[in-house]
């Protein structure tokens, strides 16, 4: 029997997570089944199940390859001298989780899947795990980026390194909100929008 090569494998399992991933948009995660899956794949459960034990395990795989973009990205800014300013950052951010973690589909796709994903951990103790690590990892490497800006003297002293964490996390969760529900969030609105917040002088009192 011929060896079949990594590159088949992967090459397979990302079939698999693409044909589920159009399945959850347009059904939703509890409204898609595995025999739906199988179908849109065109694949025999066999075939399936050797990658995946089921749909909740194929749902686990794609936030982690979305949280793993994220990191990705915030991981090269820390290693950028000097790193890149939040507004061309979070640009990067949301271009690189729009049109790598799940290649093949639609922007607003990627984001909708997102958003019933952070719905689904409500309920369910493994994404919910999954997304506690993935929150955790980025204010880690979000802390490193702060002292990355000091160092650089683009972020004055006295500003609470997990206080521009979030405030930027929670800006990258709003702008995917924004995409799964409306649509056209393209690289330049954050970052246009985010450099002339930042641009902004306060005004002295009369």
Not at 100 to 124: F, K, M, N, P, Y
Not at 136 to 161: F, Q, S
């Amino acid at each position: 029997m011929a060896r079949v090569s990594q590159e088949h494998l992967d090459a397979r399992r990302r079939q698999i997570l693409e044909g589920a991933a159009r399945c959850f948009a347009r059904s939703g995660f509890h409204g898609t089944s595995m025999q739906d899956v199988l179908k849109e794949v065109g694949l025999s459960t066999g075939a399936v199940y050797r990658y995946f034990s089921g749909k909740e395990d194929i749902i686990a795989a794609i936030t982690g390859e979305a949280f793993a973009s994220i990191r990705t990205t915030f991981e090269e800014a820390t290693r950028t001298t000097p790193p890149p300013t939040p507004d061309v950052l979070l640009s990067r951010v949301l271009g690189g989780l729009f049109e790598g973690a799940v290649h093949g589909l639609e922007r607003r796709t990627v984001a909708s899947l997102i958003v019933q994903v952070w719905s689904e951990t409500l309920r369910d103790e493994r994404l919910a795990t999954l997304l506690e690590e993935g929150y955790a990892a980025m204010r880690t490497v979000w802390g490193e980026l702060v002292e990355a800006y000091r160092a650089a003297g683009i972020l004055p002293e006295g500003v609470p390194d997990e206080h521009v964490a979030r405030t930027m996390i929670a800006t990258a969760h709003g702008f995917i909100v924004q995409e799964a529900l409306f649509g056209d969030v393209r690289r330049e609105v954050p970052e246009n929008g985010l450099r002339g917040l930042m641009s902004m002088e306060p005004q002295k009192a009369s």
